[in-house]
């Protein structure tokens, strides 16, 4: 892998992970034409979901230490014989929240784990991933008012949104377009709907970087390729802030219908050269 290879695919994972356009199409559709396997670069791609990760912790750092921190006082409160206190406050629920939110998504990422690879090897999958995030965008662009927050929030909301969040480990389906219509469908208020879909990203991506690091590791890397992965790494992040700070933007301003567009000739781009080009 180039430089510039890597360059591209570092900022487009940043870019693609946060904004609703799919980081796993997108990847796979740039690795597809760069020529490059999947399985040779495959310490590549999980390291740049740690860059992506670490964007997270940069933006919502004062949210993730909050949540820490009631974290322990449930553990504290537990011990003592409190409970749980669930609605204690709103970080508190709003943590339960995201572990109820997260285990609906590790069952259907680890029950269809093999599915989910195959349709990798597909350009065409990729791009009918692409046309249902643009529908699911435009749904969501057309809800009404919401105005729940986690107080509000139900546990059925919770295991919505990670069902969505299952749903998009599928090439071409976005992460955050799917949880953040799942958010708007439960009735979140937009600020809260987008905090929320990148908050339950942390334990998701974290899952897959802990599930797929032994297995790229025992692939080994080219000494060669350590340049290209700390380039990648430092875009992907850099890029990752830049897109969570415009999705909040984008959200609260109701300004998604762009993204289906963008998906959209994506996906009839793909579909063309499969028809016309294999």
């Not at 990422?109 to 435009?138: K, P, Q, R």
């Not at 662009?141 to 986690?150: L, Y």
């Amino acid at each position: 892998m180039t430089y510039l290879q890597a360059a591209v695919l570092g900022i487009v994972q940043g870019l693609a992970e946060f904004l609703p356009i799919s980081s796993s199409g997108h990847l796979a559709l740039l690795q597809y034409f760069f020529g490059v396997e999947s399985d040779s670069v495959l310490l590549f791609t999980v390291m740049m979901h740690v860059g992506t990760l670490v964007s997270v912790f940069i933006i919502y750092r004062k949210d993730i230490w909050a949540l820490l921190k009631e974290l322990c006082y449930t553990i504290k409160d537990l011990c003592t014989g409190k409970g749980p206190r669930i609605n204690a406050n709103p970080m508190r629920r709003m943590g339960f929240m995201i572990i109820v939110a997260t285990i609906p998504t590790a069952f259907i990422g680890l029950l269809f784990e093999d599915f989910f690879e195959s349709l990798y090897a597909s350009i065409v999958a990729i791009a009918m991933g692409l046309i249902f995030t643009g529908i699911i965008l435009l749904v969501a662009e057309r809800m009404g008012r919401s105005d729940k927050g986690p107080m509000e929030m139900k546990w059925r909301h919770a295991i919505f949104i990670g069902i969505m969040q299952g749903i998009a480990i599928c090439p071409g389906v976005s992460r955050s377009g799917s949880t953040l219509f799942g958010g708007l469908i439960a009735g979140l208020k937009r600020e809260f709907a987008v905090e929320f879909a990148f908050l339950i990203s942390i334990p998701s991506i974290l899952g897959s970087v802990i599930l797929e690091m032994p297995k790229a590791i025992a692939g080994g890397a080219d000494a060669s390729m350590i340049g290209p992965i700390i380039l990648g790494v430092i875009l992907a992040m850099i890029s990752g802030i830049v897109a969570i700070k415009a999705m909040i933007k984008v959200v609260t301003g109701k300004r998604l219908f762009g993204f289906s567009i963008y998906v959209w000739l994506v996906a009839a781009a793909v579909l063309a050269y499969a028809m016309f080009a294999l």
